[in-house]
């Protein structure tokens, strides 16, 4: 049997993020809007800054506006909740992230409650979730979107396929899970509780491993053929002393059963960033009641 086919998010994201470019440009042009985008990091995490300087420049690339607000580690969190109220009055910002984590004298949720859910383009906002659930438009989750989008390039129409999510996180696992049920999937939400979980996940035509535990679904837990696609990314130490990336899924093991397969990294990963851009263009669009962004 040969290897699974690779499913190259590097790829599949530089062209959504080339499409996202073309239509800013068409509103640019249209209805003389540009689309922005505010960033907020709270303290200095290396992997936050990063990210947090990625996300500017592909932003700036599409031709959207970027505003970061960089704020020491110590900031009150009544000052950055003033500061996001400013940003979802603020008519140039059309999509306001919030990245975490945030340091752990700021309540979270209390941060994602206050943004204006028309600006909350990492969909976490209960309004979003309970949108998505409802089965109504909604702002969605960047990297359970990225998914989606690589799964039905892969595989077409997905509708009737079985699917197995293991991992009921906020952020991926469950607006997954309402993803591929829209999608008229038959799905099941699993984790590390599951009973006989190597059983559960080998009856799905799709796995979306989610799970945050580096390498852990392995091959003979795919059914041959299958989709699988590895959210997770994990940083495991060597023996050398070097360190490595590595998915929540057993990638040599599983790359020799299933039908394809993202590699970590250059799978989901580029996604997020793409889908973020993404959401922050339909965002746009909605706010000035102009006609949906196509895709």
Not at 61 to 87: Q, R, V, W, Y
Not at 224 to 247: F, M
Not at 264 to 290: E, F, K, S, Y
Request: proline letters at 7%; one cysteine or more.
């Amino acid at each position: 049997m040969t290897d699974a086919k690779l499913i190259d998010g590097t790829v599949f994201s530089g062209k959504l993020r080339e499409t996202i470019a073309s239509r800013v440009a068409e509103m640019k042009g249209k209805h003389r809007i540009t689309p922005g985008l505010a960033v907020v990091l709270v303290g200095e995490d290396p992997a936050s800054q990063v990210y947090v300087r990625t996300k500017g420049k592909r932003t700036v690339e599409t031709g959207m506006n970027s505003f970061e607000h960089k704020l020491p580690a110590d900031t009150p969190e009544d000052s950055l909740l003033l500061l996001i109220d400013s940003l979802n009055k603020d008519p140039a910002v059309h999509g306001i992230l919030v990245q975490l984590p945030v340091p752990k004298h700021i309540d979270t949720q209390k941060v994602i409650e206050a943004i204006d859910p028309a600006k909350d383009v990492d969909g976490f906002h209960p309004v979003n979730v309970g949108r998505l659930a409802a089965g109504m438009d909604a702002l969605v989750p960047c990297t359970p979107l990225g998914s989606l989008l690589l799964l039905k390039d892969n595989l077409g129409k997905l509708g009737g396929l079985d699917a197995v999510v293991i991992g009921r996180s906020n952020i991926v696992g469950k607006p997954m899970a309402q993803l591929l049920i829209r999608e008229s999937c038959t799905v099941t939400i699993a984790h590390s509780q599951t009973r006989d979980l190597p059983s559960v996940v080998r009856r799905a035509d799709i796995v979306i491993a989610a799970v945050g535990r580096p390498e852990m679904i392995k091959g003979d837990w795919i059914k041959p053929g299958a989709t699988v696609i590895d959210v997770g990314i994990n940083r495991i130490d060597l023996p050398d002393g070097k360190t490595r990336l590595v998915g929540d899924v057993d990638f040599a093991s599983a790359v020799k059963v299933a039908g394809a397969i993202t590699p970590v990294p250059g799978g989901v990963g580029p996604m997020t960033i793409a889908c973020l851009l993404r959401n922050t263009l339909v965002a746009c669009a909605r706010q000035h009641n102009l006609p949906e962004v196509e895709f």
